[in-house]
Nanobody, 115 residues
Framework: QVQLVESGGGLVQAGGSLRLSCAVS????????MGWYRQAPGKQREWVAS???????NYADSVKGRFTISRDNALNTQYLQMDSLKPEDTAIYYC?????????WGQGTQVTVSS
């Protein structure tokens, strides 16, 4: 059973940076495309970024140029570097597989950006 544990969230001022981590177990991490998702209060969960097994990346227009997704197959971990944060980036951030069967969601990590 796939387990996903997100960490690294926090409270930051607009313009600041955070680095999120996602530890993955219960699957062969290097064989999975992975993604980051977020859910803001009162809104549906949305896709933020994805990275393929080959390292190709893609981003939602709202974060393009500010966020960077990466992965370390040796550590079974993926990351989301978030720069130039905006108040509208405030949400709970989740990681999961992308482009295939979605695993059970983890608890997520809260990101709050103050103006």
């Amino acid at each position: 059973q796939v387990q996903l544990v997100e960490s690294g969230g926090g409270l930051v001022q607009a313009g600041g940076s955070l680095r999120l981590s996602c530890a993955v177990s219960g699957t062969i991490f290097r064989l999975n495309h992975m993604g980051w998702y977020r859910q803001a209060p009162g809104k549906q969960r949305e896709w933020v970024a994805s990275i393929t097994t080959g390292g190709s990346t893609n981003y939602a227009d709202s974060v393009k140029g500010r966020f960077t997704i990466s992965r370390d197959n040796a550590l079974n971990t993926q990351y989301l570097q978030m720069d130039s944060l905006k108040p509208e980036d405030t949400a709970i951030y989740y990681c999961n597989t992308w482009g295939g069967v979605i695993a059970a969601w983890g608890q997520g990590t809260q990101v709050t950006v103050s103006s």
